[in-house]
């Protein structure tokens, strides 16, 4: 059959037709049997609850036969609930509603410019990034990223933004002149390759960008609503951002984003300044609202900790037992990894053949983000299909040697 698709990626030769909880089932395409792979990738952390969560769809279902769409020109209870629940457990005091994590980092952008303009400071328009950052795909937010590889054949970049290298304080100061409006980051890079920022580093970010009118903004699209163990990744720093960007596992597979900030870094928005069609719609409400009804539940946060704990001590027994595959743990809670010494994409594809899904990360990782109701058994099965993956990409190096 003519591939219509645009060639933006290279699929697998087989699709997914249906998941459930931390399984997704895909019909073999030469023997049409149904076959049962274990989803550590979640769509790219996206599928916070697992598939069809029960909660979520009947949620869904509940919300499709009501009402779908109105529109952001009238009020929505289902904002208006989801907003306030998610200011009541953040820094935040105002949300906007977006439809992807690019969005969210657009509307994160637009809304410390915003303030600054607002404040009567219309030269602060520069954003500061770290290298290794993703902040998504438009054009404002590849230029945010300052990937080369993202940026190639896409046009001059977006001005206004300025790249430092990572955790380099004194690129960092060097860069943050007076026309600065922002520094963005993600407390723990996820394509970057799962690094982290260090906590007394941030602290000190804090200040400087209190003390010099700065905003500063974190992108939890990856590692928010409770991927990290914690609810978001910054309660970890000892610090608040201003702003705050979301998408990813707060939709738990909806498309869906948020923007979040405080009153005084929201307040140079105003009516007809910012706007989406689709950002806030009723049906990505209601799953959110389920989603936040299962992360929030007593006792689920305190297990993902528990979770992750068992996978970390696992995944570093599995290092000591396959030295000449993988260097070392990356990341933390379920958005951990490893950095491989043979090429990440190999061992990806050999946990394809164990029917066990994971996704890739810069500097050689192998990231896991398994739904955060992953249990001990599901632990326990991934470990054993990356060991026979690992045992068997020994055999195949060793055999090339020889
Ligand atoms: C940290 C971070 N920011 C932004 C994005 C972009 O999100 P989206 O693909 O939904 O636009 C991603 C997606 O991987 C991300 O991980």
């Known amino acids: 059959m003519t591939n219509h698709l645009m060639n933006t990626y290279m699929p697998t030769d087989f699709s997914f037709e249906r998941g459930e909880g931390c399984y997704i089932f895909a019909n073999n395409p030469k023997t049409g049997v149904e076959e049962k792979y274990l989803d550590f990738g979640a769509g790219v952390a996206v599928l916070s609850v697992g598939h069809s969560h029960p909660h979520l769809v009947a949620a869904l279902n509940e919300q499709a036969q009501k009402l779908w769409h109105s529109s952001n020109w009238y009020k929505s209870t289902q904002q208006e609930t989801l907003s306030k629940r998610l200011c009541d457990i953040s820094f935040a005091d105002k949300v906007f509603f977006t439809n992807s994590g690019a969005e969210s980092n657009e509307c994160a952008i637009k809304v410390a410019r915003r303030y600054h303009y607002a404040q009567g400071n219309k030269h602060k328009v520069n954003i500061i990034t770290f290298e290794g950052a993703f902040h998504g795909r438009t054009i404002g937010t590849i230029a945010a990223g300052g990937q080369a590889k993202y940026l190639e054949g896409f046009g001059p970049k977006a001005g206004g933004f300025t790249q430092v290298p990572f955790q380099d304080w004194d690129a960092l100061i060097a860069a943050a002149d007076e026309n600065c409006a922002a520094i963005m980051l993600e407390p723990i890079q996820g394509e970057g390759g799962l690094r982290s920022f260090d906590p007394s580093f941030v602290v000190k970010l804090r200040t400087y960008c209190d003390e010099n009118d700065i905003l500063l903004i974190f992108d939890e699209i990856q590692t928010g609503i409770g991927r990290t163990g914690r609810l978001f ?65 007593e006792g689920f946060l305190a297990n993902v900790k528990k979770i992750s704990g068992i996978l970390g001590q ?36 050999a946990l394809y053949d164990q029917k066990m899904l994971a996704i890739p990360a810069g500097d050689n990782v192998m990231r896991l983000l398994p739904p955060l109701i992953a249990t001990e058994d599901e632990v326990n099965l991934a470990i054993e299909k990356l060991d026979i993956s690992a045992t068997l990409l020994k055999i195949e190096t060793t055999d090339g040697d020889i």
């Open 314 to 349: 696992k995944l570093l027994g599995l290092i000591d037992a396959h030295p000449t595959i993988f260097e070392s743990l990356k990341g933390e809670g379920l958005l951990i990894g490893l950095k491989c010494k043979i090429v990440n994409m190999d061992l990806l594809a």
């Open 233 to 297: 990744a910054y309660e970890a720093l000892g610090v608040e951002p201003d702003i705050m960007s979301l998408a990813k596992g707060l939709g738990g597979g909806f498309p869906m984003g948020a923007c979040l900030a405080t009153a005084q870094a929201a307040s140079g928005m105003q009516p007809g300044i910012h706007g989406s069609t689709y950002g806030g719609n009723q049906l990505a409400m209601a799953v959110a609202n389920a989603v936040l009804d299962i992360i929030l539940a």
